[in-house]
């Protein structure tokens, strides 16, 4: 998961109030069903000692929510009086929860929005371009077109059945080949500010293999093919099914190469691209997670539901890379006031700091001992 969503929360030193709850109207009482939840959060985050205007700006911002189209769920995150930042969740939170902490209480989101599939940077291809679309939460939303080439009608006017058939064929096949790169181009130019996690091309086949073919390695990584109208219920089912299959793939990656870098000290492996990872690149457990997250070291933070480590105290300050597994570390760092905080919350905000990405390895893969590792950028 890309982390930088939460970036809004690195501005402030807190103490955080944050609120995962059930936000959707799909139940003939949901008015009701609603102010009784939105009043539950409220009523908890003052119980948990939360001052007055950051329960205030909790309670008006619950209010002004719209009464149709609210996601299944939000996550709101609070600090000196005002609403820092609001997360729409595609499930349902089974309980409201609110905690009034040091950090953000960030944590539960890994688990609520794990299943969900992100931003979709949406291109149906065809011979002519693109049309482009931003999908979120089951819903588009337009993002204009790309066109290409324009030559004798687009490329659909009948061939001639004479001896310039082959010269004419193979100016349609140039244009659509231009087209194919001009698409690729924009995407690649695009991604980076489209705030997508996932790149979809759909069209006929020839057509957006042509595309994917001349995007960048890294853009290739997180493109993937789909049949049919980028539309309904069905795109939806194949859209989360690619997603899963996406998502599984890098989690067996990571897992690969966190197995690899906690290999035993002196051996190397060779993994299965030929290339040789020496141990090191990676850390298991608080203490040397906790020291990875302390240097940006962090490429990526494994978490896994079940672990007692996840959950297990470290101490902070106000800073990211204020980590440590004692009062003492934070001391040595000329932190006066050190708090305690859960191991996730820290570290995923350690990992957003340093533009790590977090995953929730699923439960019934093996994952790191005591459900904490990292996959390191620079061996330690």
């Known amino acids: 998961m890309d982390l930088a969503f939460l970036t809004p929360l690195l501005d402030r030193t807190g103490p955080w109030a944050s609120v995962h709850l059930d936000t959707s109207r799909a139940t003939e009482d949901a008015a009701r069903r609603r102010a009784l939840i ?3 959060a409220v009523q908890r985050l003052a119980d948990a000692g939360a001052d007055g205007p950051t329960c205030a700006a909790v309670r008006e911002h619950l209010a002004g929510m719209p009464a149709a189209g609210s996601p299944p769920g939000r996550a709101l995150f609070a600090a000196d009086g005002e609403v820092v930042l609001d997360v729409p969740l595609a499930d349902s939170p089974p309980d409201v929860a609110a905690t009034w902490a040091p950090l953000p209480h960030t944590g539960p989101l890994l688990g609520l929005l794990d299943d969900a599939v992100p931003a979709c940077l949406v291109a149906a291809v065809d011979r002519t371009g693109a ?4 999908y979120e939460l089951g819903r588009g939303e337009p993002l204009g077109t790309v066109e290409g080439p324009q030559w ?13 058939e082959w010269h004419y064929r193979h100016r349609v096949e140039d244009t659509w080949e231009r087209t194919a790169g001009i698409v690729a181009e924009h995407l690649a130019r695009s991604w980076p500010h489209s705030g997508a996690h996932l790149l979809v091309l759909t069209g006929g086949t020839r057509e957006r ?3 994917h073919d001349r995007l960048p390695p890294q853009l290739q990584d997180v493109a993937v093919e789909l049949d049919g109208e980028p539309t309904g219920d069905a795109f939806d089912r194949r859209l989360a ?21 906690v290999g035993r000290p002196g051996g190397h492996r060779t993994d299965g691209d030929g290339t040789e990872t020496a141990p090191g690149s990676a850390a298991q457990g608080i203490p040397a997670v906790v020291s990875a997250a302390r240097q940006h070291q962090l490429a990526a933070l494994l978490l896994q539901a079940g672990g007692h480590d996840p959950e297990r105290p470290v101490w902070t300050g106000p ?6 597994v004692d009062r003492a570390d934070l001391r040595r760092m000329g ?5 305690q905080a859960p191991a996730a919350d820290a570290l995923l905000r350690a990992a957003t700091a340093c533009a790590a990405e977090a995953v929730l390895v699923p439960e019934a893969v093996p994952g ?10 620079w061996p330690a």
Do not use: I, M
């Open 38 to 40: 939105d009043r539950a």
């Open 131 to 134: 049309d482009l679309r931003r």
């Open 152 to 164: 004798q009608g687009r490329g659909h006017r009948a061939p001639p059945a004479d001896r310039y």
């Open 209 to 211: 293999r042509a595309v």
């Open 241 to 261: 099914e690619a997603w899963a299959d996406h998502r599984g793939r890098h989690v067996a990656e990571l897992l690969d190469a966190f197995r690899t870098g």
């Open 319 to 324: 800073e990211p890379e204020h980590l440590g």
């Open 335 to 339: 932190v006066r006031h050190p708090v």
């Open 368 to 377: 790191p001992p005591g459900g904490l590792g990292a996959v390191l950028r």
